[in-house]
């Protein structure tokens, strides 16, 4: 028995070397580009025996709902080394099957694609921008084999190509060292600007970042843009103490901003892909363009190398869930916002205002008063651009885990000021230390265990209770005080039953828009959205004027008489006003020191 398995092993062993690698070599071209459509074609060679598995992603990194990249791809076809067709046959919506072949394979497809931002594709007579799930049919089972890429870029058009993915001495051919890394590199081919700059790593290395911008822009506001986001980027790595050490040593910025791109920023380990729907550049959209590049710049670190478990490696037949999105994605909000105060882009006011807001969602939003933000970062799956056609009821179960993540970041960072004599700095760069630098994946566990190394491990124990696992944030008061920020309930004294938005229903009547949700005394007392509100007290009621003019006479605890009717039901229910809530926040004066570690050039 032993000696004839150590036989088949070593059979084995000698089996395994003896077969090639396969490789795959993917070439697009676009000579359809103003119908916006690629043809690829994906050859493989020394391609494994038995039937071969070809499929479209159906989710993209960064992007964590379901997006089903397959209804963009027809005319698929297959053919041998001689240009003999073979069979390919679709098995599901977005696999193929190819169950007899030799060798060498070449798959034919058209791709379309017309929307310019982070997860899709965008080609047309200015440019093809790529992202990699969208674009590429993949081979199940091959993620490790080298892949070599060749863009052919239409005649005249003057395109150049914009990317991470490994170059060589052919400036339209490219190369990645598997799967994982190809989706990973959105590349742009148009005519753009593209400047490098160098900055040392703390540990004397070298690394090159370049910036394209496929735009209409001044010479003289592409300077100064280019100035900027290497002021972003300097300011960041303070926060780290060091750069991220790059793939290939360099960090390329991909910026597309054209009147018909949709807004986006998606971020990559080695660049970021940034989409900003606006005409001609000018310095006016500075603030526009620096706040989408600081926050996708930030995600080089936390997210990309300061990496949720259940997220890696990315899953790309299927939406990826995780637990800490409200990290990831809300102290990457908070942070993008910090930093281009502190690197002197935005007033101290500026940014407490926004926190202001933010607080404001957080305290009123029922996503963030009944659910935990873990609940909020797997709800990602269905709410980041996930779409469907019937209604949802996100107005009562979800708040962003970016602004529900912000406000952790915020309170958790004024805690560790106020009370340990430390900052959130010191627990991003103890993230860093222990999981994004060393490539070890972390969960909410881990966060809570280096939250306890920098403090101690009740406080983290009892942080994550009651902000993380639970929806206790109600101590936040002292700390926002302790530096110099005054929160105020803008709406203090005046009735109102929440902030609701008013529409007019099929009939002509008043309606409830948005806003009556789960804690508000219009959602309390049983009334809901498209509810017709015909009388208050029994006067009717002919316009949303009626309803604010009656609320602002009206006393805080008074009950009133709603005549409301809605598909066919009428009828009268009492309604108990409230205070309205309007939470924001304003520099005090007296509190300089402290404001200026928080906000001020560090
Ligand atoms: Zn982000």
Redesign the pocket.
């Known amino acids: 028995m032993t000696r004839s398995l150590t036989l088949l092993t070593a059979l084995g062993l000698c089996l395994t070397t003896a077969r090639a690698q396969t490789t795959l070599d993917y070439s697009l071209s676009f000579s359809h580009y103003m119908h916006h459509e690629a043809v690829v074609d994906l050859t493989v060679h020394q391609a494994p025996a038995g039937p071969l598995t070809f499929r479209m992603s159906r989710s993209s990194p960064?992007r964590y709902a379901t997006h089903e990249f397959g209804k963009n791809v027809y005319d698929i076809s297959a053919k041998d080394a001689s240009g003999n067709p073979l069979q390919i046959r679709q098995v599901d919506g977005d696999v193929y099957e190819l169950p007899q072949h030799g060798s060498t394979v070449t798959v034919e497809y058209t791709l379309f694609g017309d929307r310019t931002d982070g997860t899709y594709v965008g080609i047309d007579r200015t440019h093809a921008h790529l992202n990699m799930p969208g674009t590429i049919l993949w081979l199940a089972g091959q993620d490790k084999a080298p892949i070599k890429i060749t863009f052919q870029a239409p005649e005249g058009l003057h395109w150049a190509v914009a990317t991470q993915l490994v170059p060589t001495a052919d400036p339209f051919v490219f190369t990645a060292p598997g799967l994982q890394y190809l989706m990973d590199c959105p590349t742009e081919l148009s005519d753009f600007r593209m400047a490098n700059f160098e900055e040392t790593n703390t540990d004397g290395k070298k690394l090159t970042f370049r910036v394209s911008l496929h735009a209409d822009i001044s010479d003289d506001t592409w300077k100064t843009l280019v100035d900027n986001v290497r002021k972003v980027v300097e300011e960041e790595k303070k926060v780290f103490g060091e750069y991220a050490s790059y793939d290939y040593g360099t960090y390329t910025f991909i910026l597309d901003a054209n009147a018909w791109a949709s807004g986006d920023?998606m971020?990559h380990r080695n660049s970021t892909c940034i989409t900003l729907p606006m005409g001609k550049v000018t310095g006016d959209d500075m603030p526009r363009i620096l706040d989408v590049v600081a926050?996708?710049f930030f995600?080089s670190w936390n997210?990309k190398r300061i990496r949720p478990k259940a997220i890696e490696p990315f899953n790309f037949t299927k939406s990826d869930m995780c637990d800490e999105l409200w990290v990831?994605?809300g102290f990457?909000?908070y942070y993008g916002n910090l930093l281009l105060t502190r690197a002197g882009f935005k007033t101290k006011e500026e940014e407490v205002s926004l926190l202001g807001n933010y607080l404001n969602a957080f305290l009123q939003s029922p996503g963030s008063r009944f659910f935990t933000p873990i609940e909020s970062s797997r709800r990602a799956v269905f709410t980041d651009a996930g779409v469907s056609i019937d209604k949802n009821n996100f107005a009562n179960t979800f708040l962003s885990y970016?602004v529900y993540g912000a406000n952790i970041a915020c309170i958790l960072d004024l805690h560790l000021r106020k009370d340990y004599n430390k900052t959130l700095d010191d627990f991003m760069k103890a993230l860093w230390i222990h999981y994004g630098k060393v490539a070890r994946w972390y969960d909410v566990q881990d966060l809570e265990t280096t939250l306890a190394g920098l403090t101690t491990a009740d406080y983290a124990r009892a942080f994550f209770a009651n902000y993380v696992y639970g929806i206790h944030h109600d101590d936040w008061q002292p700390y926002f005080a302790a530096i110099g920020v005054q929160v105020s309930n803008d709406q203090q004294g005046k009735a109102g039953w929440g902030n609701v938005t008013y529409a007019t229903d099929d009939s002509g009547h008043v309606a409830i828009g948005r806003g009556c949700v789960r804690g508000t005394a219009l959602y309390a007392a049983g009334l809901d959205a498209g509810d017709a509100i015909l009388s208050l007290d029994g006067t009717p009621v002919r316009s949303a004027h009626d309803i604010s003019t009656f609320l602002s006479t009206a006393a805080i605890g008074k009950t009133v008489q709603v005549g409301f009717s809605n598909r066919g039901i009428s009828g009268t229910l009492p309604v108990t006003l409230e205070e309205r809530q309007e939470y924001e926040a304003k520099i005090a004066a007296g509190f300089e020191a402290q404001q200026q570690a928080w906000l001020g050039a560090q």
């Open positions: 960064g920023g971020e926050h996708e995600h997210v990831a994605e990457t909000q970016y």
